[in-house]
């Protein structure tokens, strides 16, 4: 029984090995791996040692061996927790435990064999050996699976493609693209911030921010690999540029939180080059030094993000002024976009608050001096509520805004950035996008990352099969990146119809589904639920709603995966034929609800609705009762599986994936093509008929008109 025990410790050294990756020595991965090794054996020494007296018990089994075993299972459970708890418990039950006993049963039977047994006892050491062994290829084989992949899918349901010159935003422009890398000069760890730094930068104190940053185990490590603290932190960047004459407009991008030893801002240099090649200037700013190490994270680290950013722009603000210098007047900073990732899709809307503030809201000690025009914000797979300026929700507003999130983000499953997106107000000329990316992950937009969302070992866990390839996902982000940076700060704002209708982009996008939402200056909302709980009436002033033969008719706060509020609401719908009729919901429309502004067929009639479950009705009528019909069908199918267990996806994260908004756009020539005679100016209500399947349910949001006029 002793090889049992053998066999245990053997996959708790094997587990901890697997995670070695996250341990930052600066002496090598032979030193981390060994150190990691011996930490798991101290580990389960330590655990077995504490739970060896209740062997007492079990007088029939070495209280070492009692001891050992569940020193191993209590070992991993600790490992896993540290993870992740609720993910940990999964990786537990399905890695951790199967591998103790495997590995036990393993060890057992080879003892027994060594032990020269014989008889029933032989037997019994075979079985367990062939057992093991089958356990151990099947087991591992599971685990290095990239798991199954999802049934097809459906591009979504929009309105017809309308033609149009707009060319593939993905290509190469015009220029010649040259590369340069700035910095301080003395970087320890990275050459091309050392000695290989074209350009050298001063640091900066970012002490008041990063007030913790010595503090315990973390603060030690981080400032002996790194060789400077808080009150030294180094502006480090990686530029792509356009050789021709300026000035050109200036792109930052952030990376988000990753391994503190693994150079994140690399991996967007597929972005840089493209968008240098289109006439911009682009830097990949490092951040590295904010991010985990093994020995913990760091306090204000969204804050710190968001205020080196800045520190970057004024970087290149006393550059573009400086006589002599390479870059002197090649810079527009009246045209400056900020694109983040994860963690760094937080800072940069955060960024552009702390523009427009006069001192830092954490510490008023510390000044700001920005005042940048920043016209442009995009988030890639961002968090949310990391950025709080003084407990307050992050409302960006007067800024363009992009967001991209994935379907299978298994890193950020709650699908925090749909939050950040309600909040944002776009203002006079300006315009919000989002777009939800079926079969994207979170790791993906980025070429380090790679498409494990989880460090080893949950990641074997994920069901990569389902997911989009890197160079498919990299390709959305080409696509819809240099297409917002041609909107906003290339004056091409025909660009904005991809971000209204995905189906523009079709032949330039890979193949799977895309669900849209958009709202600009133009848009006027009719019914978006926010304004109290009485069900009957309307954010228009003057409006009012109604609603016949619904089995369901209620206004809630809409919720993402694992309860969180995404910080709106919507009104719930459910219909189901009857002898009493068919179900319907009527939003009534004051005299004059457009303010003014002329309606005509380019006029767009959206709504956002979720849990598209079956196709409606939609119609219209004017102020002498003349209707016009059309329809909002079936949304794609959008299935998702994160995990290679679905049943245990359920369990931890609680509501389906599938619930999210999509757009529902129908010009009102639609409407004119079933009614000629009707009068747009005059329109007083807005139907939404439940006959085209017997029974369903949905959700609606941000029922309004969408005017054409602004987009020039």
Known sequence: ???????????????????????????????????????????????????????????????????????????????????????????????????????????????????????????????????????????????????????????????????????????????????????????????????????????????????????????????????????????????????????????????????????????????????????????????????????????????????????????????????????????????????????GGDAVALAHSFNQMERYPGNGALLFDFGFQIQAVASLSPTDGGARPAGHPLSPSGVNYLLLWGSHDADMPVYWGSRLYQRVLPGENRFKASVYIHRANHGQFNTVWGDKDLVLPMGWLLNRAALLSGAEQQQVARVYLSAFVEATLHGRNEYRELFRNPAVGATWLPETAYLPLYEDGAYQRLAGFEEDADVSTATLPGGRVSAENLVLWREEEFRLRMGVGQGNHAVRLKWEASERGVGTYVVRLPEGPTGGRAVDGATRLVLAIAEPDAAFRIEVADASGRQGFAFCGKGPRTDVSLYKVPALEQLFLGLPAGRIFRRCAVPLSDFLAAEPTLDLQSLRSITLRFDQTPKGEMLLDDVGLEFPERDS
């Not at 030193?31 to 054996?41: H, P």
């Not at 093991?132 to 992949?149: E, F, H, K, Q």
Request: glycine letters at 16%.
């Open 1 to 343: 029984m002793s090889g049992a025990a053998v066999g245990a410790v053997i996959a708790v050294v094997g587990v901890f090995v697997t995670v070695a990756g996250l341990v930052v020595s600066g002496l090598g991965w032979p030193i981390d791996t060994l150190a990691t090794a011996m930490f798991g054996l101290l580990l389960t020494g330590m655990l077995g040692l504490l739970v060896a007296g209740l062997g007492a018990m079990l007088r029939r089994l070495p209280l070492w061996m009692v001891g050992v075993l569940a020193g191993s299972v209590l070992a991993l459970g600790a490992l896993f927790a540290l993870i992740n708890l609720p993910l940990g418990m999964m990786g537990l039950l399905l890695i951790g435990l199967p591998a103790v006993f495997l590995q036990g049963a393993l060890g057992a039977g080879l003892g027994m064999l060594r032990d020269g047994a014989k008889g029933r006892s032989q037997l019994i050491a075979v079985s367990l050996v062939i057992l093991a062994a089958c356990g151990d290829v099947a087991g591992i084989g599971w685990l290095v699976s990239p798991g199954t992949r999802p049934a097809g899918v459906t591009r979504p349901a929009t309105a017809s493609q309308q033609s149009h010159s707009l060319t593939d935003p993905s290509q190469a422009g015009p220029y010649a693209v040259r590369t340069l890398f700035y910095g301080s000069g003395t970087d320890q760890r990275r050459l091309e911030y050392g000695s290989g730094a074209e350009l050298r930068t001063t640091p900066v104190d970012g002490s008041l921010i990063l007030s913790r940053w010595g503090e315990g185990l973390g603060g030690g490590v981080r400032t002996w690999y790194w060789g400077f603290d808080a009150t030294r932190l180094p502006l480090n960047g990686r530029v792509w540029y356009p050789e021709g004459e300026g000035p050109f407009p200036l792109v930052v991008l952030v990376h988000g939180n990753y391994l503190m030893q693994k150079d994140s801002d690399s991996g967007y240099g597929y972005l840089g080059e493209l968008l240098a090649s289109r006439g911009a200037i682009v830097v990949s700013i490092d951040e590295n030094f904010l991010n985990n190490s093994f020995a913990g994270g760091l306090f204000e680290d969204t804050d710190a993000r968001a205020w080196l950013l800045l520190q970057h722009l004024k970087l290149w603000r006393t550059w573009n002024g400086t006589q002599d210098h390479r870059f002197f007047g090649a810079v527009d900073m009246t045209r400056i976009a900020l694109v983040g990732h994860s963690r």
